[in-house]
């Protein structure tokens, strides 16, 4: 299983970014996939999350500021988020996920068939 973000970087308080991820190694049209995030010296924090047939969910924290979309076609799930702050800096995950999410909640295991991350920096 691998699973490779990209699309992180350096953006401006206010600002927008999408990431994309890229998933190889499973059948990538039969998984739910999730994305999560560690800010510096916390916990891995769910996000978002897409089942297999594109139903989305966001957590309750970023409703409104955040979007996740899947192509089954192209093994990629992709998260765009908006008015981004200053709190969202952190390393981003896509994860395979085999737990159970719907409005706003997750709950199951932990996301540990994740990729290395990319890395958000939300700064002036």
């Known amino acids: 299983v691998q699973l490779v973000e990209s699309g992180g970087g350096l953006v401006q308080p206010g600002g927008s970014l999408n990431l994309s991820c890229v998933g190889s190694?499973?059948?990538?049209?039969?998984?739910?996939m999730s994305w999560a995030r560690q800010a510096p010296g916390e916990g891995l924090e769910w996000i978002a999350g897409?089942?297999?047939?594109?139903?989305?969910y966001i957590a309750d924290a970023m409703a409104g500021r955040l979007a996740i979309s899947r192509d089954n076609a192209k093994n990629m799930v992709f998260l765009q988020m908006r008015d981004l702050k200053s709190e969202d800096t952190a390393v981003y995950y896509c994860?395979?996920?085999?737990?159970?999410?719907?409005?706003?909640?997750?709950?199951?295991?932990?996301?540990?068939?994740r990729g290395q991350g990319t890395l958000v920096t939300v700064s002036s």
């Open positions: 994860a395979i996920d085999e737990g159970f999410f719907t409005a706003g909640i997750r709950v199951g295991p932990d996301l540990n068939r």
């Open positions: 190694g499973f059948t990538f049209n039969k998984a739910a």
């Open positions: 897409i089942y297999e047939d594109g139903s989305a």
